[in-house]
């Protein structure tokens, strides 16, 4: 029997709709990603691939029932695999990143939802250390308080991204992480929705991620980061304590870096080499007192504070930034600067 349906799917993060239609039509565009896909790479048929990654998926005890349910006619998504080896332009700017992100009504509703969720986020901020302005702010700018999460059915594009190859191993461990977070019994197949890239629910996790933070706070018998806001709270406090937040320290802080300042910290504090990507465009942490004396002041231009926390300096196109271990933290959640940076004033603004 012939079947026709539309299937919106909605990339998250670029905001692409692609259209999906019946038996026929929908070989056709298969065949097409296949097509150019292997020719790229010499992958084999997507059908195929598949029924070998089911094969190694039984071999790692996930019932038949689950890749059944899983697994079962999945198709892989041209647009993903476009979206995935799209490159991006230089960023534009930290100022204009941050404006698009953090508007005037982005904190009106971010306070709101502080006021009308503040008896759960007391609870996870007493469980996990994390002040509520933190948790709502990630909130805020992972999915807009939870009101724009994705609409990829996250089998289906983790199987794209893993049978296409750029970075088939990342993808396929996802992959087989999704399918254990079904056979735990928190979620069926079908509510696994998520981002172009295999990002899930409100708080954007991975499937490892999930499996490694996600948390039942509201004590239901599930860990569900789609729509029960006590365990998005929950689980983004216990991801921001398993990457080292510290209870009662702030993220960091706005300064200011006259031209003399920036000379001497070029030409005598080394930049950070280990940690994410992202870490290598932030210097060494110094004590404050160091700081002081290479000419950093406040943002207003008094002298900071004789005590704290080590810092590393962050500087972007026009602002800068000494930042405070838990800012760390945050890059664990996403590893990116412009990122880090934005929760931590979105935060500060919903203090």
Known sequence: MRRRGLLIVAAAAAGVLLWGIGSRAAQDARATVQGRVTDALERPPFDAWLRELRD????????????????????PIERVIENDREQPELAPGFDRYYSVRVTAAVIRQGQQHARTYRTWLGRATEAYGVPAPYLVAIWGIETRYGRITGGVPIFRGLATLAWEGRREEFFRGQLFDALAIVASGDVPASRMIGSWAGAMGQ???MPSSYLKHAVDFDRDGRRDIWSSIPDVFGSMGNYLRAYGWREGERWGREVRVSAEAKERIARDVPMRQEGCFAVRNMTERLPLARWTALGVTRENGSRLPQSGPDAGLVMTDRRAFLVYPNYDAILGYNCAHYYALTVGLLADNLR
Request: aromatic share 4%; hydrophobic share 35%; glycine share 8%.
């Open 203 to 205: 708080p954007q996790f």
């Open 56 to 75: 190694e998926a039984r071999e790692r005890g996930i019932p038949d029932r689950v890749l059944n349910e899983a697994l079962d006619g999945l198709e």
